[in-house]
């Protein structure tokens, strides 16, 4: 049998395809807030796991900078006081006074050297331990978050597998009532769902307002909706329209609990009477 063009279906069966549609996609929705926020916390931790580890990795190579500097000056600390080792022995031989003052000058520029580079020296070990204090800091932070992650990950997957079998058919359902919907109609319905807070493109006239906004629908319109002779729209929030008995909903009348409450009243009055 060949399959139906759904532009050429009635307007109650496009209405009705429709409400199927948002029936299950609104299915689909209620599966995916079971997971709540916990994707977007998974993908946070994961950013900041990452820019943790950048600045463990940049805390590290300061720590190896700082170390090779104090390397390089106490290389020149030994260089300086072979200098001074040499000069000094050069005073005993010295032939006038202005090889005497060269040397010692040598002698004071190599004395100053050898305290300058025990400051820098200091200055570097106290920016290795503040460096040290720091990664470590930044370790134990990662590990938290790690540990974090890990049980984050673990309720995600949780969830995802209790829900990623029954989302896969509902995803099948969907693709195959938009198959019988018509193009225009169904971007239309799409766009409005997009635009909706609840993700409602389409909804049933209850208690004489929509069921979307919940704003009064005129009676004339109303009419309209039961006729199922054109795709009727919401005029204040522009939600499609369908007549609840075609969507198969039973809606309670306003009325229909009052004789039950005006009965028991009564019987108190009465009980008060005798």
Do not use: W
Request: glycine share 6%; hydrophobic share 30%.
């Amino acid at each position: 049998m060949a399959k139906k063009d759904p532009k050429e279906l009635p307007v109650e069966e496009k209405l009705k395809n429709l409400f199927q549609l948002q029936t299950t996609l609104s299915a689909i929705d209620e599966k995916r807030a079971l997971r709540g926020e916990l994707p977007l916390e998974v993908r946070d931790l994961e950013d900041e796991l990452e820019g943790l580890r950048t600045r463990i990795e940049k805390i590290e190579q300061d720590i190896k900078d700082y170390q090779r500097a104090i390397t390089q000056k106490k290389g020149d600390i030994v260089e300086a006081q072979a200098s001074l080792e040499r000069y000094n022995k050069q005073l005993d031989t010295v032939a006038n006074n202005r090889e005497y003052d060269t040397l010692t000058k040598e002698i004071e520029f190599q004395t100053l050297e050898i305290e300058l580079c025990n400051k820098k020296i200091k200055e570097a070990q106290y920016k290795v331990e503040e460096k040290q204090k720091d990664l470590e800091a930044n370790r134990g932070l990662l590990e938290d978050r790690q540990k974090a992650l890990e049980e984050k990950r673990n309720e995600l997957d949780e969830i995802m597998q209790e829900t990623r079998e029954e989302e896969g058919l509902l995803k099948d359902k969907a693709s195959e009532l938009e198959t019988k919907i018509e193009s225009g109609l169904l971007r239309s319905f799409k766009r409005i769902r997009r635009g909706a807070r609840n993700g409602l493109g389409i909804v049933y006239v209850q208690r004489d307002a929509c069921g979307g906004c919940f704003n009064k629908i005129p009676p004339q319109r109303q009419l309209d909706v039961k006729m199922h002779k054109k795709i009727i729209v919401c005029e204040y929030c522009g939600r499609i329209l369908i007549d609840p008995e075609l969507a198969g909903v039973k809606i309670e009348k306003a009325g229909e609990e009052k004789p039950k409450k005006r009965r028991a009243t009564r019987k108190k009055k009465e009980e008060g009477e005798e």
